[in-house]
């Protein structure tokens, strides 16, 4: 079973000595950082095709960051993502918090204060990845057919809502299924309702899937959790 759970951070700045002070630390919290390679202007382009869990945007070398605060808020994958002002005067500390910022660093930045302020910040960013976790394990799982036929199918990887399997037979977009499966160790059943939401063709489906009741919800959920946090290092 694998299961990568890394959060992963943007920083935008001009200041090398910025990105090297806040990678170092962040690695103690399961963070990995890295710097943005547009820094001139405009809106980083890694914004557009990648998911990060927090920002660290530097209002002392970046002049126009309102653009990038508006393309973060408008994107579905980073619109909850945290957002690290760094700042060193009174002008930019309100430029950050009018412009959203969760956090604000003050130059010149101290290691113990950064530490503080990555511990409080740790919860909302682990969060918002347990959002999107999806843990990659091979499983027996069931799928039974409207019409009744059972199919013995092995799952790919496992999320809070939804699954991919592979299985000897293909489905139909849009197609309901009766589901059924036990969760290792914790010796859970999950049963409920998955909606194929894609299919290859060639063995490998995508479902929704909706829980037969909030417990069952819970239990998943919590199984989820335990197969998240060991992958945070701290």
């Not at 943005?36 to 970046?62: H, Q």
């Not at 930045?109 to 990845?129: H, I, K, N, P």
């Not at 699954?163 to 589901?179: D, R, T």
């Amino acid at each position: 079973m694998t299961a990568v759970a890394e959060i992963r951070a943007l920083v935008v700045t001009r200041d090398a000595e910025l990105t090297t002070t806040f990678t170092h630390l962040s690695r103690e919290f399961g963070i990995s950082a890295q710097r943005s390679s547009g820094t001139n202007g405009g809106v980083p382009k890694e914004l557009t095709l990648s998911k990060y869990e927090a920002l660290v945007i530097d209002f002392d070398t970046i002049p126009q960051t309102v653009p990038i605060f508006t393309t973060i808020r408008q994107s579905p994958a980073n619109r909850n993502a945290v957002v690290f002002a760094v700042v060193s005067s009174e002008d930019t500390r309100q430029r950050a918090k009018d412009q959203g910022a969760t956090f604000l660093l003050e130059r010149p930045l101290e290691r113990d204060g950064l530490r503080r302020v990555l511990q409080a910040a740790y919860g909302l960013m682990t969060s918002e990845r347990r959002r999107y976790f999806r843990c990659s394990i091979e499983l027996p799982v069931q799928l039974v057919r409207d019409s009744g036929e059972e199919l013995d199918c092995r799952t790919i990887n496992i999320s809070s809502n939804g699954m991919a399997v592979n299985g000897p037979a293909p489905f139909e977009g849009g197609e309901k299924l009766h589901i059924a499966l036990s969760l290792p160790k914790s010796g859970s059943q999950v049963r409920g309702r998955a909606t194929v939401v894609w299919d290859d063709k060639h063995g490998k489906t995508g479902l929704s899937v909706e829980c037969a009741n909030s417990q069952m919800q819970r239990e998943l959920d919590t199984w989820l959790d335990a197969q998240f946090h060991p992958n945070i290092g701290r």
